[in-house]
């Protein structure tokens, strides 16, 4: 990038408002939507569904087999916040007893490639970060 072109995008970005960097999406603006976003796909449990969500369609019982340890609640209160952002789609089957299947949307497979990056380097890494966390 040029020095002029640096200058030029300095100069417009100090000339934006408050409203216009959140709607533009500021994450270290507190007021940023973005931080609930990034908050609702980073968190323990939304990394654990998304990862899982990227092997295909699953009802709530098989993602919680899969995922252990999460309660009934936090896996709901998970899958609904990453619904609502458009990552995960819930499809609901007029049966008894109830039929629900969860998968990703076009967007929830982009967010989940990525976490999975994130969770391969973890995984290749782990033998460092339990020696560093030892020290």
């Known amino acids: 990038m040029s020095q002029i072109t640096q200058q030029i995008t300095q100069q417009v970005a100090q000339q934006m408002t408050l409203s216009e960097k959140v709607q533009r999406g500021e994450i270290f603006a507190t007021e940023c939507p973005s931080r609930e976003i990034l908050q609702h796909v980073t968190s ?7 990862v899982a969500l990227l092997n295909g ?10 995922i252990g340890q999460v309660s009934e609640k936090m896996l709901a209160q998970t ?10 789609l819930r499809v609901s089957y007029p049966v008894v007893p109830p039929h629900v299947e969860y998968s990703l949307t076009s967007s929830g497979e982009e967010v989940g490639k990525r976490l999975v990056a994130l969770t391969d380097w973890i995984e290749t890494h782990l033998p460092q970060i339990m020696l560093a966390q030892q020290k």
């Open 79 to 88: 899958l609904q916040q990453l619904e609502h952002d458009g990552f995960v």
């Open 44 to 50: 323990r449990w939304g990394v654990l569904v998304m």
């Open 57 to 66: 369609t699953h009802r709530f019982s098989e993602l919680r087999r899969k």
